[in-house]
């Protein structure tokens, strides 16, 4: 850091000296030269080193050379000292006679002080990296990492870990003070550990003994707070030959105002005299990164699926338990008197995760929306490596496009050379060009655009009543290509397969398994229904053109499903509810889909959608189960995507290795 | 931008398309080919060119050519229409015996749009420069510029224009929508110009008519604002082959929450039907950077000098008034009545100045101290081609540290291969490690930091009474070495000086010129003194060895001046307050220094102190005028600097050719 200190000496005394191993000091000669100083001389102890500037032609300055304006003596030493002031150096000062006018000398004390974090990112606390002040993304990158404490060691009276004291040592990155040197400092002299204002809101520091040290996955209830927002700066002992282990966590995540990073300081400081303040003869430094926030896309492993039981779902609950169970993964059903009748599982929430070298675990994203199901992230997820997440705007400023229906997130892509191996978050927003329209709120886009792992990519989502990108919208795993497909809602995939059938002499087919039926026949009969089809998907259409360019897509890497929209009327605005139920909704589990019951037009006694859909999964190997949710979903405007949630496993690429 | 649009096709109907020169129409064939398709063939225009995905093996696709899963149609245009649907295409659909089945026919509309800005900062706006879009730093970067609108051309009832509607052409940046194609857009179709919420609080765009046009250089009183705040988007008419000019103007300098840069886009909006909003089918944009302020180092040519005349400083507006006149500037003295006796120019505010490839002018940044002085920025700087800014933070955030005598600005520089042509903003805060401290109010840091082009660098000035860094340092022009020097004060020079004095037998040799005196000899002789200055001595070390590091300077680029402290108590703290007038805290008109006259020791008439100002300037061609500031200007803790202000004109190198 500042490895050059400007040091004053005085001629006829003794200057005693605090010198830190690694810096330089720099001493003008000429400043403090007696009067009418002509020559001068220099001689030291062996630990002891200097040079001269400017270079004379000379390999000795123990005789007299001339002292000019300009010359600067560089003083360093070799290693720490054994005992206080064992190293010695003296500048003689002569006059034009070459006869000795006086003498200055300092006693030196080296010691050798190190503010260590994990700087390579391997789970260690290395010595003195040269990178640790500074953080540089990518495999060959640098610097340490901070997990947002966000999760609840203890369940008693649950807070999230960083609000309360009672934590686990491994959800903190570790920091290691190391010294070498003289049992004690010289009389006066301290180390201070100090941090900024707005560094002081975003993390707090613990200290922890040399003795706890030993045992370090037990709790540290008792761990002392030495740096956070009403403690800025902390005076640390200094032990000599030994070191000292503090624990840094994050409280707060990257967002608007914050880029994620922090930094934390060590300073030694020089008594001068009574109510003069200390001057910092030395300063270290090191920077952390806060973890950003992460999702997981479709292509990853699930781990548990969420769903909500309610009074009149028993047939979708059965339909998803039997998907689940025979997928081989775990779930999880919300209760009534949890849930109090909102089913919208997807809604509510996101799950995500935090990750580092050291420790990661799942963290959930808590919705603004905040319906019944309000309570469910925090009284239920929340819990020992399981952290919580969420942003509160006014009411006011929330809409339906505030679900997490409306917050999906790709596989990982390549576009135009750029890389995104954690894929891209993907949002619906109201077009640019409209004056009035449903936006998600600025706060939690906010959140999500600051993570920067995930370059968030806005879609048109304000054409559909509901307003969520997942209702025209997913992915699915693919062996083949970049490794998925993107599957779009498709109206004019749906006339293609009507026109087909009424070509086929199916027209008299019926969609639907109660009254209201209807036709195919009708359906291609009606030109408002048609005009609005076209609507709709010239609406997807441009949605598709903007995750083509967003996401590096081609055409063969996009599925059209047949899914019909009808419009519906709103406040004078018109916007689009799926006709029938609404395919793309869907719920992917490894090779295994669980895809909305389309009740379409039957032939031979085979739903026509269903076939097709069947067909156009089964290329890429994957496995369709059509589960009924017309009556408990479809008919409120939802589907088994919506009335669902899957917690997947991270991604095995680490979020620190990207090249940004 | 959006430069491929999936379009849909219907057999059976002829289509109405309005292409936008230099998109490509993607058509998904397969996707609305009539049932039992197998083959089809593509007739069109000249004008129309086309190209099939995948490529078959056919030169033609006159006669019919299988249709496979994922053929896609590429349609282009070559240029614009004459008149509406005046170019074709069409697809023939054919069935297994390639028999016609039935056919979809395109009728094609072009338009040719182009939203343009002076993105190559030539001062004209060009066509469709292809990196309109983007912003990039440097002689080959691009991206327009726009000015803050902050002077005031009319002075009636005076407020800055960007506040009201009088203004000048010139200081808004031009915008040009060109477009070309029949002389109306088909029916039903619009464009827009749109910006999103948070650029609507940082410009205003105007929009002029053609004929206001060729008087470019006139008031624009009446030309109407389009967009701003609370007009997001507006409609804006299609001429045909025409083009529109509009004006932006910046209303907000960036600052922590504004990187600077902003996105004006245009659409294109297709009708789909009544009820329903219209979807863009076209999106052009264009960004421009907010131009920063800047600051003025001493190196720069004077052009005005700001003093307020007193009651008491008669003696010292002579020596100012003699000085500036002899250097050939124009002296510029603020009243009584309108400085209510508060006689620190320097404090109040900072010149600087704002530029575009059109146009700059300077601009004032008025300290948040608002003592006496508070209205002179405002009421008599503020004018025609005089901008104005501020930061107002809350009272109890303001100490003596944000009076911008702790705000300067070195000369250019360049640090470890990092070039710094507009040098480096320096202000001073409190110690890093001081738990208390006075600083510069967070308001005006994050101001001073977001104009990135002059990166400010942090010094300690909390040690000195009055706390800025003008007390201790100041920059000369040199004609060798980096074009400048670093002059700080230096408590061991003047002790170095003394005691020569004493030892050439000149002890008794006096200081100030009325009582109390006080001899060399008892300077000497005061221990305390000696420990105070050692103190002041290791303060401004710490900041010379900042300074050195941050400016990429050596030990010969630094000028230590003879200057001594003394410590006052406040509030329980001890700090710094020059002992006799501090000859650092000068004026500097080009060659010409205004120097606090010290009232030092004299040697056969002469001031020692003088005498060696003389000698170090002297060396580099500058020529000293001591100014007796005693009584008006040092014993009221402030000197020649802080009792003046001096305007310069701007650099020569453009703030936009930096590399960033």
Redesign the interface.
Known sequence: M?S?????VDYGRITSVLYVVGTEL?V?LN??????TKYFSVKCTDNVQYII?PLLQTTSYLSPVPLMD?S?LLITMKEASVHENDNKLSVWYYDADKTVLDKAVLHLTGVDISLDVDADRDGFVEKNNPNKNTWKWGPHGHGAILLVNCDAESLYKKRPDHERNIKHVKDMSPMVLRTKGPAKLPEGYKL?L?I?QSDGEKIRVFISSGKRDKNIHTDMDHYPLVLYSAS??KEIPYLGNDEIKFYVEGVKFPD??FDGLIHI?L?L??P??E??????IF?DAVVFRVAPWIMTPNTLRPVEVFVCSTKDNYKFLKGMKSLVESSGYKLKICHEYMNRGDRWMQDELEFGYIDSPHHGFPVVLDSPRDQQLDDFPYDVLLGPDFGYVTREPKRKDVSSLDSFGNLEVSPPVTVNGKHYPLGRIIIGVA?????KGRNMTKMVQDFLWAQTVQEPIALFSD?LEVGHVDEFMSFVPAKDRKGFRLLLA?P??G??LF??L???GHGDAKLFEDEPTITVNEILADKILQ?EN??S???I??N???L??ELGLD??DII?LPVLFK?V?DG???RALAYYPDMVNMIVLGENLGIPKPFGPKVNGVCALEQEMVSLMGNLGLTCTFIDDFTSYHKLMGEVHCGSNVRRSPFDFKWWNMEM
Do not use: M
């Not at 400043?31 to 009418?36: E, F, G, M, T």
């Open positions: 500042s050059k200190r400007t040091l004053r720099v003008n400043r403090s030269a007696p009067p009418k500037s300009n600067v201070v100090h900024c800025l700066s608007k105002d300081n300073s400081l020089e001068i005299s109510g003069i303040p200390e001057t910092p300063t077009f640019p060009t409209a004056s054409w498709s004019d995939a006339y293609k026109k087909n009424q070509n086929d005009d076209n609507y998907q010239s609406c259409d441009w598709r053109d903007v083509k360019r055409d063969e059209d419009l009327e004078g605005q018109y």
